[in-house]
């Protein structure tokens, strides 16, 4: 079950790279930091692990994440890491116009896809 869980959460890893990475041509790097940090904010009331992703000049990294879910494999990863998402979305596409959001979004559809998820 934990290397369900393990799998999860490094693909979600990988796909908020892919949005910070997406995001920054647009926004540069400082202000998709401050993105991310106000998604996190929003979403802490509800999922105090979301507190534990870590930002730094190289992206996201969900390691404390995993490492906190090791002693709760009940957790719902699959619904706090898609609000992260949908927040963030929502945000972005204020921030850039939806045409842009949708673009990017365009380019995670095909990461989820390219990482095997069904959904």
Known sequence: M???IDEKVRR??????EMWTASE?????ASVQLLVERVVWDLSA??????????DENGISCKEILT?????QDFPV?????????RYVEIL???????????IMKILRE?????????
Do not use: C, V
């Open 2 to 4: 934990h290397d369900l």
């Open 12 to 17: 979600y890893e990988n796909l908020l790279n």
């Open 25 to 29: 041509k647009y926004l540069g790097k």
């Open 46 to 55: 509800e999922y105090k692990e979301i507190e534990l992703l870590h930002l």
């Open 68 to 72: 906190s879910l090791k002693e709760n």
């Open 78 to 86: 699959d619904e706090m890491f898609m609000k992260f998402i949908t």
């Open 93 to 103: 596409s204020r921030l850039i116009g939806s045409e842009n959001a949708e673009k």
């Open 111 to 119: 990461e989820m896809k390219d990482n095997g998820d069904n959904s």
